[in-house]
Nanobody, 126 residues
Framework: QLQLAESGGGLVQPGGSLRLSCVAS????????ITWTRQAPGKEREGVSC????????DYTDSEKGRFTISRDNAKNTVYLQINSLKPEDTAVYYC???????????????????WGQGTQVTVSS
């Protein structure tokens, strides 16, 4: 069974950057579209960005285009999320999810994901 483990979160000042990692084990990632999601306290989980098996990315945060960059390294069985110009409202637990599908959905659907990681906390505060 595919297992996902996120890392790279932490406390960062506004304006800073982070690179989150999602490492897979138990199975190869190269047949899965991978989505980064986040959940802030008291809010629903929302999609951030997805990368297909052909490395095509889909952004789910239209208002934040350019601050989030998703990429994958199938040789390392890892997907990354680079977040720049961090804002306090980016504070959330960030999760990666895998879907047994080549392409990303046009709209994030929580129920469509097949595997989830445990999440990594990102806190943006001065």
């Amino acid at each position: 069974q595919l297992q996902l483990a996120e890392s790279g979160g932490g406390l960062v000042q506004p304006g800073g950057s982070l690179r989150l990692s999602c490492v897979a084990s138990g199975y190869s990632l190269d047949r899965y579209a991978i989505t980064w999601t986040r959940q802030a306290p008291g809010k629903e989980r929302e999609g951030v960005s997805c990368v297909s098996i052909t490395h095509k990315s889909t952004d789910y945060t239209d208002s934040e285009k350019g601050r989030f960059t998703i990429s994958r390294d199938n040789a390392k069985n890892t997907v990354y999320l680079q977040i720049n110009s961090l804002k306090p409202e980016d504070t959330a637990v960030y999760y990666c999810a895998a879907e047994r599908h080549a392409m990303c959905r046009d709209v994030f659907e929580y129920s469509g994901m097949d595997y989830w990681g445990q999440g990594t906390q990102v806190t943006v505060s001065s």
